[in-house]
C-alpha cells in the first residue's frame, strides 16, 4: 500500500505542474552542464543517518555557473528520506569579471517506489531558501523521475 500512496503521490505531481501550453523558445542561449553526485548512509537497513553531495558546473554564454550542495538526511523507511542542507552557488559574469554569490538552504523529502519489473519511481520535492545580494527567496521545485536498474 505505501508503495502506491508513493506511486500515486509521484502521478499527482506530474499532472499538477505538468505545463498546459507550450510555446516556442525565441531566444538562443546555449550552455553545458556537468554534475557529480553522491549519497551514502551509515546503516545498510532503514532507520540510518544519510549524506548526500552534488558538485555542478554550468557553463553558458554569459558565464559560468558552480553549484556545491552539501546535506544530511535520515532514511526513515526503505522508500521514504527527509534531508537538510546547504549550497554555495557561484556565478561568474564573463562580461564584467564580477562573482555573483547565492546561499540556499533547503529541505527535501524522497519517496521511491521499486516496481517487479525493474523501474524505480522517485517523487523528490525540495524546498529552497536563497540568499543574495540581501534578498531572501523561496523556490518549491518537484520532481518525479523514472529510472530502470
Same mark, same amino acid.
Given at each position: 500500500?505505501?508503495?502506491?500512496?508513493?506511486?500515486? %503521490?509521484?502521478?499527482? =505531481? +506530474?499532472?499538477?505542474?505538468?505545463?498546459?501550453?507550450? !510555446?516556442?523558445?525565441?531566444?538562443?542561449? #546555449?550552455?553545458?552542464?556537468?554534475?557529480?553526485?553522491?549519497?551514502?548512509?551509515?546503516?545498510?537497513?532503514?532507520?540510518?543517518?544519510?549524506?548526500?553531495?552534488?558538485?555542478?558546473?554550468?557553463?553558458?554564454?554569459?558565464?559560468?555557473?558552480?553549484?556545491?550542495?552539501? %546535506?544530511?538526511?535520515? =532514511? +526513515?523507511?526503505?522508500?521514504?528520506?527527509?534531508?537538510? !542542507?546547504?549550497?554555495?552557488?557561484?556565478? #561568474?559574469?564573463?562580461?564584467?569579471?564580477?562573482?555573483?554569490?547565492?546561499?540556499?538552504?533547503?529541505?527535501?523529502?524522497?519517496?521511491?517506489?521499486?516496481?517487479?519489473?525493474?523501474?524505480?519511481?522517485?517523487?523528490?520535492?525540495?524546498?529552497?531558501?536563497?540568499?543574495?545580494?540581501?534578498?531572501?527567496?523561496?523556490?518549491?521545485?518537484?520532481?518525479?523521475?523514472?529510472?530502470?536498474?
Amino acid at each position: 500500500m505505501r508503495y502506491w500512496l508513493g506511486t500515486a %503521490g509521484c502521478a499527482l =505531481l +506530474i499532472a499538477t505542474f505538468t505545463p498546459r501550453e507550450v !510555446g516556442a523558445q525565441t531566444d538562443k542561449d #546555449f550552455a553545458i552542464w556537468a554534475g557529480v553526485f553522491a549519497t551514502g548512509q551509515v546503516h545498510a537497513n532503514a532507520p540510518s543517518l544519510t549524506s548526500w553531495l552534488d558538485v555542478h558546473a554550468r557553463r553558458g554564454e554569459s558565464g559560468t555557473t558552480l553549484i556545491l550542495r552539501p %546535506g544530511l538526511g535520515y =532514511l +526513515i523507511r526503505p522508500w521514504v528520506s527527509v534531508w537538510l !542542507g546547504y549550497a554555495w552557488v557561484p556565478e #561568474f559574469i564573463e562580461a564584467t569579471g564580477e562573482r555573483l554569490d547565492e546561499h540556499r538552504i533547503w529541505e527535501q523529502l524522497i519517496m521511491e517506489h521499486k516496481t517487479s519489473y525493474g523501474f524505480l519511481f522517485q517523487s523528490r520535492s525540495r524546498f529552497e531558501q536563497r540568499f543574495s545580494r540581501g534578498a531572501v527567496a523561496h523556490r518549491f521545485p518537484p520532481d518525479c523521475n523514472v529510472h530502470t536498474s
